[in-house]
């Protein structure tokens, strides 16, 4: 795939992972252009202030709950990666119609818009939290997995692809647990919801590095996950403040023990690759079932959750792998 070629687009483009996907796409594939899409022209002005200057960089304000401005803004794109979403849990559970405007509506009219353009592929990404949600953050998410995946059924005949990308929570980026245990270790006292909590653990940047090979792998309709380290809450807080206090305050409403990023029931059509796996559509009218000579067929009652995982992260592990964030808190860059 020649990038030099190609328009890209990113929704949400102001975000965490919006700014490092730019940063590695300027720096090592040097697409045509990159048009960050996003609704406040403050983070566009800090972004572009930050060092995001590039003769190829385009700030475009727009809300992906306007269709027709998003009609303009794909005008000549190539490839979208939609990341626009609303995805604090507590804040979607309080606003639970903004939520649905942004995450299920924005998404649909994100396909509507890559319909009508002629955009050649549409990634957007996805969260453990869409299966067997137990909060709207992560019911928005499966119906924008869902839009997104069926909607191959419109783009038969026409050069327009969509797929999903999956994964677990992104250490260090707004939203994750790192940065409050980082605030939270100066009072000597960390506060954690279940000391049995595990999660899935994917860094910002091999987050950015998955979306980009799952772009140029892509035949539409998959939904691709890759194969990630678990950790416990309880060893995350012992690699960032060893001497505090831990004190146990009772899981949240909408909150899980252990997250799950493929379920028994996906598992019967997912194939396994030896770094990813990729959920194939259950009904494969269009494209996106040819993996199954790439890869394995999953066992009978297959699950892939953060508690029965079999690749695990010590907690000297743990604290090599937040050294960066240690840094960028301590001063002021790290963002939560």
Request: contains cysteine; charged residues 25%; proline residues 4%.
């Amino acid at each position: 795939m020649d990038w030099s070629e190609k328009v890209v687009l990113i929704t949400g483009g102001t975000g965490s992972f919006g700014k490092k996907f730019t940063e590695i796409m300027l720096r090592e594939y040097h697409p045509r252009k990159i048009i960050i899409y996003s609704r406040d022209e403050l983070k566009q002005h800090q972004m572009r202030m930050s060092g995001f200057d590039h003769p190829s960089l385009r700030y475009f304000i727009g809300d992906v709950r306007d269709r027709d401005r998003l009609r303009r803004a794909l005008h000549g794109v190539n490839i979208v990666v939609h990341a626009a979403a609303l995805k604090q849990v507590p804040a979607c559970e309080y606003n639970p119609m903004e939520a649905i405007k942004t995450n299920i509506l924005g998404t649909s009219n994100v396909v509507e818009a890559a319909l009508d353009a002629g955009v050649e592929k549409v990634l957007a990404l996805s969260t453990d939290k869409a299966v067997n949600p137990v909060n709207l953050y992560g019911a928005t998410k499966l119906a924008a997995e869902k839009l997104v995946i069926q909607s191959n059924a419109y783009a038969a005949g026409t050069a327009t692809r969509f797929s999903c990308v999956r994964y677990g929570n992104v250490v260090g980026s707004r939203g994750s647990v790192v940065p409050v245990f980082l605030r939270q270790r100066s009072s000597g006292k960390l506060t954690i919801t279940d000391e049995r909590m595990t999660r899935f653990w994917i860094s910002l940047e091999q987050g950015v590095r998955f979306v980009i090979s799952c772009i140029q792998q892509m035949e539409g309709g998959e939904v691709f996950v890759p194969k990630i380290p678990s950790m416990r809450v309880m060893d995350l807080a012992r690699a960032i403040a060893p001497q505090a206090q831990i004190e146990i305050i009772g899981i949240r409403p909408g909150e899980k023990i252990h997250e799950v990023l493929i379920s028994e029931d996906e598992a019967r059509h997912t194939v396994e690759l030896e770094k990813m796996f990729v959920v194939q559509p259950a009904e494969a009218f269009w494209f996106g079932y040819q993996w199954q000579s790439r890869g394995r067929a999953l066992p009978d009652g297959f699950r892939y959750a953060s508690n029965t995982n079999e690749w695990w992260l010590s907690v000297e592990e743990i604290r090599r792998l937040i050294a960066p964030f240690e840094e960028a808190f301590a001063t002021g860059r790290l963002e939560g």
